[in-house]
């Protein structure tokens, strides 16, 4: 079985720009959640999503959205791109949300410049 | 918010001396989540701990809950080169979202 898959591996863009970043979870998970890794620092949180509905959100500004498609893949949207925001963008899926393993996504590695 | 303290933030060893990494929180935890990340990879899930006093074995590692689910610990016997990586331990809420601690980062000299 496929795990998860993200799209794309690496991106530059330059500040104020919009970017979107895509994910395929493994099959049968309904769960998918997005995580911001700065270099040198654990994976924040930035959303939740299971069977289409936000279930969790950060603390991030509202630059940032997400949505679930009926696939369960999901899109992770970040707007007026500022420099700060350069980081490897990781996507996680679970079968359910709740107190289950993540599997995580190989990360888009996003540059703003 | 919740908050769990990881330390220490590098540890250098032999190949083959012991390491271990020491997950803190200052409120009780439902359950923790130990994940390995390579440099230049993902987080891959190590294993969960529930029970107040787990302790559970993979191989050379060895996790621990403390008795009052306030603390865990990752123990590496015998490290080997492949061991080089970052640790995290995470909380894991009933929603699912995970709270990862800073990590430690392991180099392991041959």
């Known amino acids: 079985d496929a795990g998860v898959t993200q799209s794309p591996t690496h991106l530059i863009k330059t500040r104020g720009q919009h970017v979107t970043l895509r994910c395929s979870p493994i099959s049968g998970h309904k769960s998918v959640s997005w995580y911001q890794q700065v270099l040198g620092q654990g994976p924040q949180f930035i959303f939740q999503?299971?069977?289409?509905?936000?279930?969790g959100r950060g603390n991030f500004p509202d630059r940032f959205s997400a949505r679930q498609f009926p696939n369960y893949s999901s899109e992770l949207n970040v707007n007026a791109l500022l420099l700060g925001d350069s980081a490897l963008y990781l996507c996680?899926?679970?079968?359910?949300?709740?107190?289950?393993?993540?599997?995580f996504g190989p990360g888009t590695r996003l540059t703003v410049t | 918010g919740q908050q769990v303290m990881q330390i220490p933030q590098y540890q250098h060893v032999q190949e083959g001396e012991d390491f271990t990494t020491y997950c803190n929180s200052s409120?009780?935890?439902?359950?923790i989540q130990w994940y390995k990340q390579r440099p230049g990879g993902h987080p891959v899930f190590l294993i969960q701990l529930v029970k107040s006093g787990e302790v559970k074995k993979q191989k050379r590692l060895t996790f621990q809950f403390g008795e009052a689910k306030k603390n865990s610990s990752l123990h590496i016997t015998a490290t080997q080169t492949t061991d080089v990586g970052t640790y995290f331990c995470a909380l894991s809420g009933n929603t699912g979202k995970l709270i990862f601690g800073q990590g430690t980062t392991l180099q392991v000299k041959p």
């Open positions: 409120t009780t935890l439902s359950n």
């Open positions: 999503y299971y069977e289409k509905e936000e279930r």
């Open positions: 996680a899926s679970s079968l359910a949300p709740g107190s289950y393993e993540q599997y």
